[in-house]
T-cell receptor, first 115, second 114 residues
Framework: AQKITQTQPGMFVQEKEAVTLDCTYD???????LFWYKQPSSGEMIFLIY??????QNATEGRYSLNFQKARKSANLVISASQLGDSAMYFC????????????FGTGTSLTVIP | NAGVTQTPKFQVLKTGQSMTLQCAQD?????MYWYRQDPGMGLRLIYY???????DKGEVPNGYNVSRLNKREFSLRLESAAPSQTSVYFC?????????????FGAGSRLTVL
C-alpha cells in the first residue's frame, strides 16, 4: 500500500525566514513521482514542485525546493524567504505504478507566516 | 484553474436528494479524477477515468457514480445524498503542464447535505 505522511498539522514561520515542511512516503515502487501542492484560503489547488524518483538533483522552483532523500523516503518542501502570501495548506502527494498511477495525498500542513 | 471547469461551485441538498457534479476540461488529457476533501483527511480519490469509456473506483467510491461522457467531460453523481457526503469535491486532470506531467485541479465544488 502506498502512504504519504505529513506529521506537522500546523507550522509558523517568521516572514523572510525559511521553513521546511516534512513529507515521508512508503512505496515498493522503484519509479514514482512526488509532488507538492499549495491550497490557499481561497480553496484552489496549486501545483508547486515535482521530483522524480530517478532525478539525481533536488528539484527547485523559485523559492521552493524539494529536499529529496530517497533512502529515507522523505521529500520535504523548503520555502525560502517566506512571504505573507505563503500562508496556506500544503499537501504532499505521490504517484507510482503500484497505485495504478493514481495520486495519493498526505493530510496536509497548515503554514502561517507571521509578519 | 485554467483548463478544468467544475459546476456548480456550491450546492445544498437535503438527505436523499440526488445531484450531478459536472467537470469539463479543454486540455485534451486522457485521465480525469474526482477527489473529495474533508478537514484533516487530505484529498481522497473517489473515481477516476484513465481514458474515454473507462472508469475505476478509488479509495472512497461508495455512494457515488461517474460517467465519462467523452474525452472532455467527467461527471460525478450522488444518487441519494447523505450528510457524510458533505465535502469539497475536486475534479482533476493528469497530463503535461508546468513543464512536467502534473495533476491540474478545478476550482472545487462545496456540497452540503442537510
Amino acid at each position: 500500500a502506498q502512504k504519504i505522511t505529513q506529521t506537522q498539522p500546523g507550522m509558523f514561520v517568521q516572514e523572510k525566514e525559511a521553513v521546511t515542511l516534512d513529507c515521508t512516503y512508503d512505496t515498493s515502487d522503484q519509479s514514482y513521482g512526488l509532488f507538492w501542492y499549495k491550497q490557499p484560503s481561497s480553496g484552489e489547488m496549486i501545483f508547486l514542485i515535482y521530483q522524480g524518483s530517478y532525478d539525481e538533483q533536488n528539484a527547485t522552483e523559485g523559492r521552493y525546493s524539494l529536499n529529496f532523500q530517497k533512502a529515507r523516503k522523505s521529500a520535504n518542501l523548503v520555502i525560502s524567504a517566506s512571504q505573507l502570501g505563503d500562508s496556506a495548506m500544503y499537501f504532499c502527494a505521490m504517484r507510482g505504478p503500484n497505485t495504478g498511477n493514481q495520486f495519493y495525498f498526505g493530510t496536509g500542513t497548515s503554514l502561517t507566516v507571521i509578519p | 484553474n485554467a483548463g478544468v471547469t467544475q459546476t456548480p461551485k456550491f450546492q445544498v441538498l437535503k438527505t436523499g436528494q440526488s445531484m450531478t457534479l459536472q467537470c469539463a476540461q479543454d486540455m485534451n488529457h486522457n485521465s480525469m479524477y474526482w477527489y473529495r476533501q474533508d478537514p484533516g483527511m487530505g484529498l481522497r480519490l473517489i473515481y477516476y477515468s484513465a481514458s474515454e469509456g473507462t472508469t475505476d473506483k478509488g479509495e472512497v467510491p461508495n455512494g457515488y457514480n461517474v460517467s465519462r461522457l467523452n474525452k472532455r467531460e467527467f461527471s460525478l453523481r450522488l444518487e441519494s445524498a447523505a450528510p457524510s457526503q458533505t465535502s469539497v469535491y475536486f475534479c482533476a486532470i493528469w497530463g503535461a503542464g508546468y513543464g512536467a506531467n502534473v495533476l491540474t485541479f478545478g476550482a472545487g465544488s462545496r456540497l452540503t447535505v442537510l
